[in-house]
């Protein structure tokens, strides 16, 4: 092999072996239950949700008329959707090192319970909820709500 094969067989390699850890990072949060049907949109691909599966800022997170979802974000902040919801993950940014960062979500349809993380122990008004006709900001609590 020559010195310019052996390179674009190492950038390769290297590409292949760094692409999944940089794809991780950009993970915001981590499917933890599901009952029954419920799907993560991303990208306009609909996949089935499983515990396990990564979620990213952009996704999009919906059940069906009997199921539910519950998922961790990654400064421990957790949400659990209901039956027929529809939740778009709009905006995420947590940096670890300082305990900031900001969440904004936009609950379209059904029911949402938060217990909030990090996030809101640090910067009190970094977390909102968008509904159709308000924005509830989150100061570090527990709540839920309901659109119809």
Request: charged share 20%.
């Amino acid at each position: 092999m020559r010195a310019g094969q052996k390179f674009g067989v190492c950038f390769l390699l290297f590409f292949c072996l760094i692409t999944p850890a940089l794809a991780d990072s950009a993970r915001i949060a981590q499917v933890k239950t599901v009952v029954g049907d419920a799907f993560i949109t991303r990208n306009g691909e609909r996949h089935p949700a499983k515990p396990g599966d990564a979620l990213y800022q952009s996704d999009v997170v919906t059940t069906g008329s009997s199921s539910a979802i519950g998922f961790t974000f990654i400064d421990n902040t957790v949400f659990s959707e209901g039956p027929d919801s529809e939740l778009a993950l709009e905006q995420f940014h947590f940096d670890a090192n300082a305990a900031k960062g900001d969440l904004l979500a936009d609950m379209r349809k059904g029911s949402l319970t938060v217990v909030s993380g990090e996030i809101t122990h640090t910067s009190p008004e970094a977390m909102k909820i968008k509904t159709p006709t308000s924005v509830l900001g989150v100061r570090g609590t527990t709540f839920a709500v309901r659109v119809y």
